[in-house]
């Protein structure tokens, strides 16, 4: 993974994202001093399951694998990530902050990076800010949910 050193006008990229359209500039510049740009390579894993990582990452380019391990039949792929994605919602969760699943870079990606714990800490903070970033949690959270659930079926199926 590569942090990257050039300057990067992260207010400027937040501002432009449909997740950040109901803030305010100074609600983005808030979110821009806990972020962080990020560049990683192909096959690059982001996080793997059981992880207790603090990044919540926003995928700007590129495409990331979500995939889970299951005994006896391996790693299962559940979605792949693409721009404008949130990747690693379980770091924003108030008690489980472990990775549920294994994120790895199938493209070269480009990435706007959270510090979760900062991220929360803003979000109660600024209950407008709160409002619209678990917004967008609850309907990826929900969006994942069923497309595991959807894989389930397919290998009960196949079984």
Request: aromatic fraction near 6%; include cysteine; hydrophobic fraction near 40%.
């Amino acid at each position: 993974m590569t942090q990257v050193n050039k300057p990067v006008d992260l207010t400027h990229i937040l501002q432009s994202l449909p997740w950040f359209l109901e803030l305010k500039s100074n609600q983005c510049d808030q979110l821009a001093r806990i972020s962080s740009f990020l560049f990683v390579d192909n096959n690059t894993i982001l996080f793997s399951e059981g992880d207790q990582e603090d990044l919540l990452y926003i995928l700007l380019e590129g495409r990331v694998s979500i995939e889970i391990d299951i005994p006896t039949i391996g790693t299962k792929q559940i979605c792949i990530a693409e721009p404008l994605d949130i990747i690693g919602w379980s770091s924003m969760t108030p008690v489980v902050r472990q990775r549920t699943a294994r994120a790895r870079a199938i493209e070269a990606c480009q990435l706007v990076t959270f510090r979760a714990k900062s991220l929360q800490r803003i979000c109660e903070e600024d209950p407008q800010i709160g409002y619209t970033v678990m917004k967008r949690l609850s309907n990826v959270i929900a969006s994942r949910l069923l497309t595991t659930r959807i894989q389930l079926i397919d290998l009960i199926m196949q079984s």
